[in-house]
C-alpha cells in the first residue's frame, strides 16, 4: 500500500483481479473523490503482481476489511468466487450471479453489481438503433452473467451463449430462462450461431494484453453485424479495431468501464457522481 494507510476520515477503496496494472478505476475514482472535496483512495490488489494464488481471496477480502477499506472493486477471475465470501447480496447481484462491486463498510459485507447498468447505460448511449433480434454472447462467466442481463434488458429477443466451458453456459443459459422467462441458448456451434446474429458480444478476457487475439474466428464477422466488448485495456482490442474495419458498428469497452465506475462510487460513498466528469477523466487518459 506505500505507507497509504486507510485513515479514519478518509474513503479507501480497492480493486481486486489478475493483470489489473492498467486499469484506470484508480484514476477515475479518485479525481471525483477530489472533486467532492473527499481524502479517497483507490488501490490495486494485482494477484499477478503479488504472486498470490486465487485461494488469497478469503484472506485478500478479510484484510481489506481489517484494515479499513470502504469497499473493493471485484473483477477477473473473481466476479463469481467472491460469491461465497460475502454475508449479503444486492438484488441485481444475486439476480446474476456475479459480483463487481463489495460494500465493507457496514456490519455486514455486501455483494452488488454495477457491470449490468454499466453495459446497458453504454450500449442505450452508444448503440441506440441496432437490430436486437438475435445477439451472439461469447463467454459466460462473470461479466458474461451481468452483461447477458443487461442486453435483455435491452430489448434483445434471442440470447446465444457460446463459451469453450459448454456447461457452464448452459448453466447461465437455463438461469435466465428461469429468472427472465427469456429465449436464451447455450450454442456450441458457434460459427452458425454467429451467421444468424444480428450481433457479436466478447465478455471474454481474450482481447486483454495478457490475452491477444479475438474471441472468435475473424472470418465469421460480417459488416452486417454490430460487435461489442467489455474488455477496455486496451481500449481498441483486436476484435473491436478488426470490426471496425468492416464498417460495424462497434461498443468498446470503455462505456461499461465508465458507467460501472460511476455507480461503484455512489455505493461506496452514498454520494451522487458527476457521470460526465468521470467519463471526461476516462477520455483523457485514454487519449494520453
Known amino acids: 500500500m506505500h505507507n497509504r494507510l486507510p485513515r479514519p476520515t478518509g474513503i479507501t477503496i480497492g480493486l481486486v483481479g489478475r493483470g489489473i496494472a492498467a486499469s484506470l478505476s484508480p484514476l ?17 490488489i494485482d494477484f499477478d503482481r503479488l504472486g498470490l494464488d486465487d485461494t488469497s481471496l478469503p484472506d485478500i477480502l478479510a484484510e481489506a476489511r481489517d484494515l479499513g477499506f470502504a469497499g473493493l472493486n471485484v473483477t477477473y477471475p ?7 465470501l460475502l454475508d449479503d447480496l444486492a438484488p441485481d447481484a444475486a439476480a446474476i450471479g456475479a459480483v463487481n462491486t463489495v460494500v465493507l463498510g457496514g456490519a455486514r459485507t455486501v455483494g452488488h453489481n454495477t457491470d449490468c447498468w454499466g453495459f446497458a447505460e453504454s ?98 464477422i460480417e459488416a452486417r453485424h454490430w460487435v461489442a466488448d467489455v474488455v477496455y485495456f486496451p481500449l481498441e482490442t483486436a476484435l473491436i479495431r478488426h470490426a471496425r474495419a468492416l464498417g460495424c458498428p462497434v461498443l468498446p469497452g470503455g462505456g461499461m468501464a465508465v458507467y460501472q465506475a460511476v455507480r461503484a462510487f455512489e455505493l461506496f460513498t452514498g454520494l451522487a457522481p458527476d457521470a460526465a466528469a468521470m467519463a471526461e477523466t476516462f477520455r483523457a487518459a485514454v487519449a494520453d
Open 28 to 44: 477515475m475514482h479518485e479525481r471525483e473523490g477530489a472533486r467532492q472535496g473527499l481524502d479517497y483512495r483507490y488501490h490495486l
Open 78 to 84: 473473481f466476479k463469481q468466487a467472491v460469491l461465497l
Open 123 to 220: 450500449f442505450r448511449r452508444d448503440l441506440p438503433a441496432v437490430a436486437r433480434g438475435r445477439v451472439l454472447q461469447l463467454g459466460s462467466g462473470g461479466a458474461g452473467a451481468a452483461v447477458s442481463q443487461a442486453l435483455l434488458q435491452c430489448g434483445v429477443k434471442r440470447l446465444d451463449i457460446y463459451d469453450t466451458d459448454a456447461p457452464r453456459a448452459e448453466a447461465l443459459a437455463e438461469r435466465l430462462r428461469r429468472l427472465r422467462g427469456a429465449d436464451v441458448q447455450a450454442v456450441t456451434e458457434v460459427a452458425g450461431a454467429a451467421k444468424q446474429a444480428d450481433g457479436i458480444v466478447n465478455t471474454t478476457p481474450v482481447g486483454m494484453i495478457r490475452h491477444p487475439g479475438l474471441p472468435i474466428d475473424d472470418a465469421l
